[in-house]
């Protein structure tokens, strides 16, 4: 898979940094926003698996952010854990009642919120941090890259196999050209749309190959999605 996606909204240069450098080293594509406005924003022009938000920020506060998003359809399933200074068992009820899934109290250890941001990214992304998927009768190890059907292993070249990940990750889930690319092949890959087609047709060629019908369904005019 392509690598998950992080969002940092921190308004201290400090923790930014420091929150940037462990999550990149994790192996996460990280972008950084230094206020609320900014945040925002970034969130609309390359949507993040999830985000990592302080509570205490300028021109637009953590609680609001968090709460518009997850008034949004489009955003509503990012997972969010919100950074704060704020200990009392209040404050962190406001922030989970306002939709964060995760609340840490700083000063934090590192190897804490990496934890806390695997166990998130597990449920929106389990097979980049090496989980097995199912569907059907497909079996996908995220972990030893080994794909079965019927416990027939299947051999499956990088881009179908990271194809497969996607879909198995959100079954019935309609993914256009556009979003496969981006989410598949990486924003910074610049191919044509055209391209996901050719590997979609080599991904059914594979599933297909030892018996068993095509589960990845063709949506005129949409995408393509698996059952």
């Keep these: 898979m392509s690598q998950p996606h992080v969002l940092i909204i921190e308004d201290e240069p400090a923790q930014r940094e ?8 994790e192996g996460y594509r990280v972008s950084v926003a230094a206020d609320g406005e900014q945040g925002l924003l970034a969130v609309q022009e390359d949507t993040p698996d999830m985000i990592v938000l302080d ?8 609680i609001e952010i968090c709460r518009q998003l997850k008034t949004r359809t489009e955003t509503r399933d990012i997972p969010i854990i919100m950074l704060s200074a704020r200990s009392e068992e209040v404050d962190k009820v406001r922030g989970l009642e306002t939709g964060a899934d995760d609340y840490v109290v700083k000063p934090y250890t590192v190897a804490e919120l990496m934890a806390r941001v695997r166990t998130q990214l597990r449920r929106v992304r389990p097979s980049a941090v090496g989980q097995m998927l199912t569907f059907e009768d497909i079996a996908l190890d995220g972990e ?4 079965t059907r019927a416990d027939v292993e299947l051999k499956l070249g990088p881009t179908e196999f990271r194809l497969l990940a996607n879909f198995m990750e959100n079954p019935g889930r309609v993914w256009s050209r556009e979003l496969l690319l ?14 996901v087609d050719v590997h979609i047709g080599r991904l059914r060629k594979v599933l ?20």
């Design 18 to 25: 420091v929150l940037s450098y462990n999550l990149t080293a």
């Design 55 to 62: 509570w205490m920020l300028p021109h637009v506060s953590g």
């Design 208 to 227: 297909t190959s030892k018996g068993g019908t095509d589960p990845v369904r063709t949506v005129r005019g949409a995408g393509y999605a698996l059952g």
């Design 182 to 195: 981006d989410r598949v092949w990486g924003r910074d890959n610049y191919v044509d749309t055209r391209t």
């Design 144 to 147: 030893t890259h080994r794909v």
